[in-house]
């Protein structure tokens, strides 16, 4: 049984681009052997991501990332069944400042500025499905 976990989480500390490439080369060495794939997305201190895969690892990997001292406040926004998975061909993509305009991120944003702990799980959905569209999962971390 594949499952989609959307979470959301404040940084501990400053978000580096090394930080960022820590995560996402560690996503991408051990997520495919779990049957791992999703999303990471930042911008400034906060992160959202969405994670798919069989449920045991999804879950696992999950309360790994609750203990890792980097961020703080993780809060799950949404988790579901699926029958196809979104981000298929990514072991982690990402999108940050950078990658994404500002009008993209405010266009799913509940108020003036990008908070997802502030947004419903539909306008979560449509901006991680935007940006997988949009962004290229390969491109190295470059923060604003």
Same mark, same amino acid.
């Given at each position: 049984? =594949?499952?989609?976990?959307?979470?959301?989480? /404040?940084?501990?500390?400053?978000?580096?681009?090394?930080?960022?490439?820590?995560? =996402?080369?560690?996503?991408?060495?051990?997520? $495919?052997?779990?049957?791992?794939?999703?999303?990471?997305?930042?911008? @400034? &201190? =906060?992160?959202?991501?969405?994670?798919?895969? $069989?449920?045991?690892?999804?879950?696992?990997?999950?309360?790994?990332?609750?203990? &890792?001292? /980097?961020?703080?406040?993780?809060?799950? =926004?949404?988790?579901?069944?699926?029958?196809?998975? /979104?981000?298929?061909?990514?072991?982690?993509?990402?999108?940050?400042?950078?990658? @994404?305009?500002?009008?993209?991120?405010?266009?799913?944003?509940?108020?003036? /500025?990008? &908070?997802?702990?502030?947004?419903?799980?539909?306008?979560?959905?449509?901006?991680?499905?935007?940006?997988?569209?949009?962004?290229?999962?390969?491109?190295? $971390?470059?923060?604003?």
């Amino acid at each position: 049984m =594949l499952v989609r976990l959307t979470y959301a989480s /404040r940084a501990s500390h400053t978000v580096s681009a090394d930080l960022i490439r820590d995560i =996402l080369d560690s996503s991408q060495r051990n997520n $495919p052997a779990k049957g791992l794939t999703g999303m990471l997305c930042c911008n @400034a &201190d =906060l992160f959202l991501q969405a994670l798919e895969g $069989p449920r045991t690892e999804v879950n696992a990997l999950y309360n790994r990332l609750a203990d &890792d001292n /980097r961020h703080k406040d993780l809060t799950i =926004l949404d988790y579901a069944e699926i029958s196809v998975r /979104r981000y298929s061909q990514w072991s982690m993509g990402w999108a940050g400042a950078k990658q @994404a305009s500002r009008a993209l991120f405010l266009k799913y944003a509940s108020s003036d /500025r990008f &908070d997802p702990f502030q947004m419903s799980a539909e306008q979560i959905n449509g901006l991680l499905l935007e940006l997988s569209e949009t962004v290229s999962p390969i491109k190295s $971390p470059v923060l604003s």
